[in-house]
């Protein structure tokens, strides 16, 4: 079991940056990653980007390359998504997951079976 929670959402005009935080607890492995999702509303949940625990291997989606990075703190079991050149579409809910399995391999496009409780990011025109 793995247990994630988010913090670090919040209302910020186009053009600003946010960083939203997804602190890991419980069995956490080494060879998985954790991503974070979006989702607006009437909208489906979209990935945006992830990070392996193990070598830093990060993904992004094309409309946040340049903007945004992904990174993570094994220490503190911790994952952040620092947001840059903020844009009215990037307003959703953002949800940090985990696979909480144990792999050779790692994709953001696998099921993960843990979710956060969600962050709520808008950004004002």
């Known amino acids: 079991q793995v247990q994630l929670v988010e913090s670090g959402g919040g209302l910020v005009q186009a053009g600003g940056s946010l960083r939203l935080s997804c602190a890991a607890s419980g069995r956490i492995f080494s060879t998985d990653g954790v991503g974070w999702f979006r989702q607006a509303p009437g909208k489906e949940r979209e990935f945006v980007a992830a990070i392996r625990w193990s070598d830093g291997s990060t993904y992004y989606t094309d409309s946040v390359k340049g903007r945004f990075t992904i990174s993570r703190d094994n220490a503190k079991s911790t994952v952040y998504l620092q947001m840059s050149s903020l844009k009215p579409e990037d307003t959703a809910e953002y949800y940090c997951?985990?696979?909480?399995?144990?792999?050779?391999?790692?994709?953001?496009?696998?099921?993960?079976?843990?979710w956060g409780q969600g962050a709520q990011v808008t950004v004002s025109s």
């Open positions: 997951a985990t696979r909480g399995a144990y792999s050779t391999t790692y994709s953001p496009y696998d099921a993960h079976k843990y």
